[in-house]
């Protein structure tokens, strides 16, 4: 008996680190089985237009926009969060419609990897959206867009290691059932914005959005009762005000509700024009936001004609630090909006 002890406390030692490694995985995964999470989402939201508000499709300053994003969360734990997005979208019917009026299409991507790719979220989008100029110049604009959305959540149950599986000699693999509702689920959903874009001079530009996801609230999980896909629900806003003629603030501010948890984000950045000319700017962009009671996020961009490239990392200052080492997680982001020279510069929310 004392043999048999002690072999199987060797064993559990042994497996002791390995068991640990899973432990937080199983955590994070814990609350997705039940589809009770929050959506995947950017801290670099202001760069991310159509995961923000569908309202955003056709709205900004060119012929068409293409916006990529990436985030690695958290990379003291081995690819804990890894979100990948793209997005395009592009005005249309314009010699048609009043002038000052927008009519955008868009489709969107992503991708989202959780727990070293044993739980992965992929989903394609088509979007459209109308703005109605409120005065003759076009320089304020209030308009609603819609958005719907095709997603496929699975899950790799052989990558996964549970407490029943530890016996006597070691980790058997050996376990009941557990996903007896399958471990790859597929949905379509809804989402809604409204959003109002002003200026005061034509130079200026200042914003207010409000947008809903998962509006229809679509039945998706991998065990035996169906959750209901929680609705988010945002608030969000900001602007491009010149300080002089060289230097200009970009701020924004972003509040978010989805399932009883909640995150509100805001910060600004600095851009100064590098090349000194209106028609052709080559800027850079130094600033910070701050998920309050979560991560401080240092920024940097540089915009060039119509491309702008934005690069972030998350500095956990909340009580995850000591789990993550402070390493909340890094964050790329690139617009390229396609514009005509003769373009007539009309303020649009600028990222």
């Known amino acids: 008996m004392l043999q048999l002890f002690t072999r199987f406390s060797y064993l559990y030692c042994k497996e002791f680190t390995k068991m640990r490694k899973f432990l937080l995985i199983i955590f994070m995964l814990a609350a997705v089985v039940s589809v009770k999470a929050q959506d995947p989402h950017f801290s670099q939201f202001f760069a991310s237009p159509l995961t923000l508000n569908p309202a955003f499709t056709g709205k900004f300053d060119g012929e068409w926009r293409l916006a990529v994003n990436h985030r690695d969360q958290w990379p003291s734990i081995p690819k804990a969060y890894v979100t990948s997005s793209a997005s395009f979208d592009i005005g249309i019917m314009k010699s048609k419609l009043p002038a000052g009026d927008v009519f955008g299409i868009g489709f969107s991507a992503l991708t989202d990897a959780s727990a070293n790719g044993q739980l992965k979220l992929n989903f394609g989008s088509a979007s459209l959206s109308y703005h109605k100029a409120l005065d003759e110049d076009g320089y304020n604009t209030i308009g609603a867009g819609f958005q719907g959305t095709y997603s496929n959540l699975s899950i790799d149950e052989g990558k996964l290691t549970f407490e029943d599986m530890l016996r006597s000699n070691g980790f058997t693999g050996a376990r009941t059932d557990f996903f007896t509702n399958g471990n790859n689920q597929s949905y379509f959903d809804l989402n809604a914005g409204l959003l109002f874009s002003g200026s005061t001079n034509g130079i200026n530009n200042y914003y207010a959005g409000v947008s809903v996801y998962h509006v229809n609230r679509p039945s998706v999980g991998f065990i035996d009762k169906n959750y209901k896909l929680a609705s988010r629900f945002t608030a969000h806003g900001g602007g491009t ?17 989805q399932a009883g948890a909640s995150e509100t984000t805001l910060g600004a950045a600095l851009s100064y024009n590098l090349s000194q000319e209106d028609a052709k700017p080559a800027s850079i962009f130094l600033g910070s936001w701050l998920r309050l009671n979560d991560a401080l996020i240092p920024y940097l961009g540089l915009e060039v004609g119509g491309l702008r490239i934005g690069a972030s990392y998350d500095v956990n200052i909340s009580s995850l630090k000591t789990a993550t080492a402070s390493r909340g997680g890094s964050e790329f982001s690139l617009i390229y909006i396609k514009r005509k020279s003769e373009s007539k510069g009309i303020p649009c929310p600028s990222f």
């Open 241 to 257: 005000f010149p300080l002089t003629d060289l230097l200009k603030v970009n701020a924004s501010v972003i509040h978010q509700v």
